[in-house]
């Protein structure tokens, strides 16, 4: 049985920064893309950030670009989101999903995965 676990959430103030971490046990995910999804309060759930298998190719919604990166470590089966410049809109509960295609390229919609993690919370104070 595959298992997603996320840390590394918790409370910063605006302008901080947060790493969180989603680990995988049960099956290695090496050959699948892992992605990102927050949902804010009263928000729907929307994508963040994804990284391809090898790790080579990212995708990041527009309002995350250039202050959040997606990295991964499949020796460890660790996917991380490196958050900067947090904003009060950036609250919300973040998830990690792995694809349910191998080898496929980074998906932006959430029915492309179907593994997914409790989620962590994020919340940031103004």
């Known amino acids: 049985q595959v298992q997603l676990v996320e840390s590394g959430g918790g409370l910063v103030q605006a302008g901080g920064s947060l790493r969180l971490s989603c680990t995988t046990s049960?099956?290695?995910?090496?050959?699948?893309?892992v992605g990102w999804f927050r949902q804010g309060p009263g928000k729907e759930r929307e994508f963040v950030a994804g990284?391809?298998?090898?790790?080579?190719?990212?995708r990041y919604t527009d309002s995350v670009k250039g202050r959040f990166t997606i990295s991964r470590v499949n020796a460890k089966n660790t996917v991380y989101l490196q958050m900067n410049s947090l904003e009060p809109e950036d609250t919300a509960v973040y998830y990690c999903?792995?694809?349910?295609?191998?080898?496929?390229?980074?998906?932006?919609?959430?029915?492309?995965?179907?593994?997914w993690g409790q989620g962590t919370q994020v919340t940031v104070s103004s």
């Open positions: 990284v391809s298998w090898s790790g080579a190719n990212t």
């Open positions: 049960g099956r290695s995910f090496s050959a699948y893309a």
């Open positions: 999903a792995v694809a349910s295609i191998a080898y496929a390229s980074v998906a932006g919609d959430s029915s492309s995965y179907n593994y």
